[in-house]
């Protein structure tokens, strides 16, 4: 089966840099996407992962080391919008979920 | 080009009742999958289907609930007899491969609330 771990809450002020780390055991592997979602309304694609290394798009960037079965996703110049909970997924055909971590950005 | 539609929004349900939710895909997506939602929790897998075929069910209750992709109209998840445990967010999600990978998307959900 599947798992995923990532911290139930980080909180950051406005302008910072925050890291959400991801570990992941699995018995099927594609890659690693991460999604934001606002008071629970529809999760929104932010960034997918098949290779090893970094991709970046925009203040958001995503690392993969998929022989560490580990990824982060890296929110840059945090903006109050960016409060929100992001999800890991790991990609098997269809995607399974980590429980999601709560960002608060502050003033 | 409308993104996945879900319908109701919102539903409201005594217990013991049937409750049916459905999903319409982005155009061209013929895979679509079904997720739960618990408050202060994550997106669990319950099924993934193809039209008219159900191609991963494994996170689905062995018991009263049900899904189909049918050839023509919305898929549909149904779930009889209804419990309070049922109540939750259930977000379907549209690709147009059957790799969920990038080009997923999910709709607004529907809110059940058994009472």
């Known amino acids: 089966g599947q798992s995923l771990e990532q911290p139930s809450e980080v909180t950051a002020v406005e302008g910072a840099i925050v890291q959400i780390n991801c570990t992941y055991q699995?018995?099927?592997?594609?890659?690693l996407s991460w999604y934001q979602q606002h008071d629970g309304g529809a999760p929104t694609f932010l960034s997918y992962n098949a290779l090893d290394g970094l991709e970046e798009t925009g203040r958001f960037s995503s690392f993969l080391s998929r022989s560490d079965s580990y990824g982060y996703l890296l929110l840059q110049e945090l903006q109050m919008k960016d409060s929100a909970s992001y999800f890991c997924?790991?990609?098997?055909?269809?995607?399974?979920f980590g429980d999601g971590t709560t960002l608060t950005v502050k003033p | 080009n409308a993104g996945v539609m879900q319908n109701p929004r919102h539903l409201v349900r005594r217990r013991g009742q049937e409750a049916r939710l459905r999903c319409s895909p982005m155009?061209?997506?013929?895979?679509v999958y079904w997720y739960r939602q618990l408050p202060e929790e994550g997106l669990k897998f319950m099924v993934y289907?193809?039209?008219?075929?159900?191609?991963?069910e494994s996170g689905m209750p062995k018991e009263r609930f049900s899904a189909e992709f049918p050839k023509e109209g919305p898929s549909i998840l149904r779930i009889q007899q209804v419990v309070r445990g049922d109540s939750a967010a259930y977000f379907c999600?549209?690709?147009?491969?059957?790799?969920?990978?990038?080009?997923?998307?999910f709709g607004q959900g529907t809110r059940l609330t058994v009472v």
């Open positions: 289907l193809q039209k008219e075929n159900i191609i991963d």
């Open positions: 999600a549209s690709s147009g491969q059957g790799v969920f990978g990038t080009e997923a998307f």
């Open positions: 155009k061209g997506h013929s895979h």
């Open positions: 997924a790991v990609i098997d055909g269809k995607s399974t």
């Open positions: 699995t018995s099927g592997f594609y890659g």
